[in-house]
């Protein structure tokens, strides 16, 4: 356990300090860069991004501390195929980021551990009840990604079809563990998972 631990500390590290490289490219790739946008438009959009690769950070963090103490082999396949996938969301949000203007939250640290954090434990107290805390946030995600698109410029078409794909994946994972049994949460926890959701997305706006 102590060799898997510092496996995860490096691996957090890594990914909190270095640019990743994704392993498929970029929905976007093929679609120009709208020349329409207004400077303020193209800020508001690169504040978007970095709540979502806040998102993604977090997301990271919940697969690494589900992982971590999963003991089921099917479960560990679905946490692996999604967290890669995941990795591919993290480095097309960052690369807009930067061709935007923007910048990436500074508090992209706290959220990863913290999400690591609930993801450990998540995985401790029962692999259903596990599966259940991947689907709800999945299905919290693909929400807030429906509501980024709703507000984005139809000038910017490389966001859209960016969030578009992203979205897309996330409902597939969500249902990979609907599928694999997930539990339903007890509505507390979905309220507070939203109401945290919603702080993650209304802090990283601005910070």
């Known amino acids: 356990m102590i060799d898997k631990l510092i496996t995860e500390i490096d691996k957090s590290l890594k990914l909190l300090s270095t640019p990743q490289s994704g392993f498929r490219i970029r929905p976007d790739q093929a679609i120009p860069d709208s020349k329409k946008l207004a400077p303020s438009e193209k800020l508001r959009h690169a504040k978007f991004m970095r709540v979502n690769h806040a998102g993604e950070v977090c997301a990271q963090g919940l697969y690494r501390g589900q992982l971590l103490f999963n003991k089921n082999p099917q479960i560990k396949s679905e946490l692996e195929k999604a967290a890669h996938e995941e990795i591919d969301h993290l480095v097309w949000c960052e690369k807009r980021i930067d061709e935007l203007g923007g910048r990436k939250s500074l508090l992209n640290p706290i959220l990863y551990f913290g999400s690591f954090a609930l993801g450990g434990l998540a995985s401790i107290v029962d692999e259903k009840y596990n599966l ?17 698109l709703a507000q984005i410029n139809p000038e910017d078409k490389k966001t859209l079809k960016i969030l578009k794909k992203m979205k897309d994946e996330e409902e597939a994972h969500q249902i990979s563990a609907i599928n694999l049994g997930a539990k339903k949460l007890p509505k507390i926890i979905q309220t507070m998972m939203k109401k945290a959701a919603k702080l993650m997305t209304i802090s990283t706006y601005h910070i």
Request: no cysteine; glycine share 6%.
């Open 132 to 148: 259940g805390f991947l689907s709800e946030t999945e299905k919290q995600v693909s929400s807030h990604l429906e509501s980024h």
